[in-house]
């Protein structure tokens, strides 16, 4: 069986589901608000064993019969449990983020991607984080810095430095493309601002599952075209698995910007892919199935 969680019935995981019926792959499709309402669950693990039962509505799946998860799972939401106080919802939450991290962790067959201890979904840095580790395995990264207030970081944008922004004080913190009818309510931030900047350049996305890289490039009209792996330079390569591995992911999908003198840019990681979907469609889905039930490289 192949278990799909996901917060929402997003598209990626309604896709990755519909494309595992159809190579005949027994399947199961949770939200993180089915496993809440309408699941009863028994787990423990031990030294020598690790034991569970999951029932939803009439299924009951136990661990012999799982060959492959996705998680696309962050956290868990205190408003899942509305019928609670704050205070129990905000536990009820942290109790059931540590009880799914303990399930993903110990299952013996393929996660993708394997939980990390701030998220289910796989590992998810911050910026300065990410790029740190990029820049050590050699790649180019754009410059970022952290200013501490919206007055100076409008100061510096509104000076024409290309660049995104996200404001830090924000709890779901989200970067934005400067435009200029944003200086005033910028201005007014009190917050800690971190400025990116935007880095000229042809723009190359690089989705890595498990051992096989599908690389693409956005068209002129918005969706994306795939682009050979023998056209992505070797050390550039070697590097990107190498941070991969490093961020123990299985499934990611990595930005660049080509500039003009040929050098190839860092410029992000997200999870799950976007623009490998639009180029690759289906064949990505099957690649990732495959990946997952450990038919796949």
């Known amino acids: 069986m192949f278990l799909i969680l996901d917060q929402v019935p997003a598209d990626f995981s309604l896709r990755l589901k519909r494309v595992a019926d159809r190579k005949g792959v027994e399947t199961l499709f949770l939200t993180s608000a089915e496993i809440v309402r309408s699941s009863a669950l028994v787990f423990y693990v031990s030294t020598h064993d690790v034991h569970l039962r999951l029932r939803v509505q009439d299924r009951t799946v136990e661990l012999p019969d799982l060959d492959g998860v996705y998680c696309g799972i962050n956290t868990f939401e205190p408003g899942l449990w509305e019928w609670f106080s704050p205070e129990d919802a905000e536990y009820a939450a942290k109790e059931t983020q540590a009880l799914w991290l303990a399930i993903l962790a110990s299952l013996p067959c393929r996660v993708v991607n394997p939980p990390a201890l701030d998220t289910l979904a796989g590992t998810l840095l911050f910026w300065p984080e990410l ?3 990029a820049h050590r395995l050699g790649f180019h990264i754009p410059m970022v ?3 501490e207030s919206g007055s100076v970081a409008a100061e510096l944008l509104t000076s024409g430095v290309p660049a995104r922004y996200a404001c830090l004080g924000e709890s779901r913190i989200r970067e934005a493309s400067f435009r200029p009818e944003d200086v005033s309510s910028l201005a007014q931030r009190q917050d800690h601002i971190l400025v990116k900047e935007e880095v000229p350049g042809r723009p190359v ?15 002129a009209g918005g ?3 795939p682009v050979p792996a023998s056209d992505i330079p070797r050390q550039i390569r070697t590097r990107l698995r190498t941070l991969h591995r490093q961020l ?11 500039m003009a003198d040929g050098t190839w840019v860092f410029a992000g990681c997200g999870r799950p892919p976007v623009f490998a979907v639009a180029a690759y469609g289906d064949a990505l889905f099957a690649q990732i199935v495959d990946f997952a039930m450990a038919a796949g490289g």
Request: charged fraction near 10%.
């Open 248 to 258: 123990n992911l299985n499934l990611a999908e990595y930005a660049f910007r080509v």
């Open 223 to 225: 969706s994306a075209h």
């Open 205 to 219: 996305y690089v989705t890595l599952v498990g051992g096989r890289t599908f690389a693409c490039a956005p068209d």
């Open 145 to 147: 810095i952290t200013l």
């Open 131 to 133: 790029l740190y580790l």
